[in-house]
């Protein structure tokens, strides 16, 4: 270096550092430009350890963490690899995989485990990673025919390891799980069945001949008849701490009952048949309702509405939740978690807040989807194919398929058996419980049996612990 080349770049870092910061940038992007390969070269390797720096290195836990909460968990697992430092940061970042488990349909609020170890959340992903994966796999899976009934089964329930079948041949057989098989444990002589409602004593049925009743399973005795609709009796349930029975028919009313007595309480008139009933009470307040009270939800073809049954039994004015058009329609079932209410039309499936009364979500529906079952994660729907129905497993939140299980049959009627792991997948069963319940559609065939999907025990085979 001459003392002239010294001399002048005196001058020049003199003259740079009077500029402002726009004009360094300007003088820095124009030598750049006139620099060759070997300038740029010696250039990288002098900024290269101020931009290749380990900032987890000198970063405190605590800022590390905070900032590995706005990472998705996909970019965070990719983060592991790159050192063993890395590795234990992201292993010890509880909010990323507490985070990482709702994305996936884990309720965390409802996952308070005494002695939480530092590693759970972690641990509690990958059993649910786990877990759908093996939804998706068709290996999952295996099917098992009762044979029982004469004539077609119009009726399935499910209740605590019982299952209660109802047929056209007037009878309800419920069956037992013992030891992962079905034993039909009583044979209840009652009337041609179109619902039924069960618990470990009673069973209560609609029926085409225009009556419902209650019956003792356990010693097959009538303990109540209910007789006053004018036409075929479609759909029925009860509840038991307001002694309440009610009912819906063809004629077009919503009929309730006072169990004890057989005292027709109310009639609530609607312009279509009545598909669905159903009884529950309310975890949520709305500007209709308070928190804690009884509601009445009442499906028709066209029509979703709810009354609130009061203390003397009388149901209030009912509120419409959903009204279709005239070339739409409702199918006659219908989901409800305390805070919304499900169910699906021609056009696609409908979720309603019942505290705001209104629709919150649809996905729309190409070709036939009928609502099996529903929850805060999943929600079971079938899609009815010429090659054979499908159970399809989606996202509520966003509508994303998880699963598809292909069924030889068509079906009927499916009947969930298990329903809490669509709120929560880590309490997705995987020892051989029952799944779905279905009764084949009898227009394809005279089949007058039953199949049950289970889920296999398939823990050891996907190298899953028990939780």
Known sequence: MTDKFNDWLEIVCKEFSGLNVQEKIICLERLTQLCGPSELFSLWHEFSPFVYCDFLQYLPLEIAYKILQYVCI???????????????????????WKSACYDLGVEIDDVLPQNTPGDFWKKLYFQCKIKLKAISLASSYYETKLHS?????????????????????????????????????????THSCAALKFDTNIVSTASFDTTAAIWNWQNGSLIQKFDGHTGAVFCIDYYLERDLLVTGSSDKTVKLWKISSGTLM??????????EVKLEKSSTESVK???????????????????????????????????????????????????????????????????????????????????VAFGSAFTVVVYKKFSGDKLHIIETKTGVERAAISLCNYCRIIEPCQLNWLNDVSVLPMNDEP???????????????ITIVQWKDIKEKLGYSSI
């Open 435 to 449: 799944l779905f319940v279905i009764a084949p559609s009898t227009a394809k065939r005279l089949e007058f049996s």
């Open 74 to 96: 996909e970019s965070a697992l990719q983060c592991r690899l790159v050192c063993k430092k890395w590795n234990q940061v992201v292993c010890g970042c509880i909010p990323l």
């Open 266 to 275: 109310d009639t609530l008139h609607h312009k279509e048949w009545i598909l």
């Open 149 to 189: 009934h004469t004539l077609p089964v119009r009726a399935i329930k499910y209740h605590r390891g019982l299952l209660a079948i109802g047929s056209d041949d007037r009878t309800v057989r419920l069956w037992k799980r013992v030891d992962d098989q079905f034993h039909c444990i009583h044979i209840l002589e």
């Open 289 to 371: 309702f308070k928190q804690g009270d009884l509601l009445l939800f009442m499906l028709t073809r066209h029509t979703l509405s709810i009354s609130v049954i009061n203390d003397s039994l009388y149901g209030t004015l009912a509120s419409r939740v959903i009204t279709l058009s005239d070339d739409d329609q409702f199918f006659p079932v219908m989901q409800f978690n305390g805070e919304a209410v499900a169910c699906a039309a021609n056009s696609g499936l409908f979720f309603c807040s019942i505290s705001s009364l209104c629709c919150i979500k649809s996905i729309p529906s190409y070709g036939e989807k009928r609502l």
